[in-house]
């Protein structure tokens, strides 16, 4: 790939993590309506497990892309995430039967350690960043271009 075409890619999968508005966004903004430095602490909490996972999925997917002992993993990891899936759809539904009376303060308000601790913490085990992250460092890796073999150094824009 050209540096345009990997910048491009790049992109494309931070804006497939950071866009959807869901309940950590949520929270974000939450956050931000009460206390601003704690919204940005929190802001910057997400963005810090989205990075984590970014790295991590970088290293492993740039390992599992070019290791040929690391190619029969793809089935066990789809496997894990349909297994993760289907242990947060039932923990969704069950909440929902049990639904308890919203909580009036923001816990975190006030203080933004806590702030982004908290929303690092909610962040980083969700299951759709890691998928995204992960599918796209493999398929970054084992899909190189004519001018790029196997190898990182060889993957790289010269100039």
């Given at each position: ?6 910048l ?8 497939a ?14 956050l ?10 929190a ?14 999925a970088?290293?492993g997917g740039a ?15 789809k ?55 992960t599918?796209?460092?493999v398929?970054?890796v ?18």
């Open positions: 790939m050209d540096t345009w075409t990997t491009g890619s790049g992109v494309a999968v931070g804006l993590v950071a866009l959807p508005l869901g309940p950590i966004g949520l929270m974000v903004v939450a931000g309506r009460h206390d601003w430095p704690s919204g940005v602490a802001a910057s909490g997400v963005a810090a497990a989205d990075l984590t996972w970014a790295i991590v970088v290293a390992l599992a892309g070019t290791h040929p002992l690391l190619a029969g993993l793809q089935t066990i990891a496997t894990l995430l349909v297994a993760i899936g289907v242990v947060l759809v039932a923990r969704g539904l069950q909440q929902m039967r049990h639904r308890r009376a919203p909580v009036a303060a923001m816990p975190t308000a006030g203080q933004p350690g806590r702030a982004f601790a908290a929303l690092y913490g909610l962040t980083l085990p969700n299951p759709l960043t890691v998928a995204i992250f599918a796209s460092a398929d970054m084992s899909a190189p271009t004519a001018a790029c073999s196997r190898t990182w150094s060889s993957c790289w824009p010269s100039g």
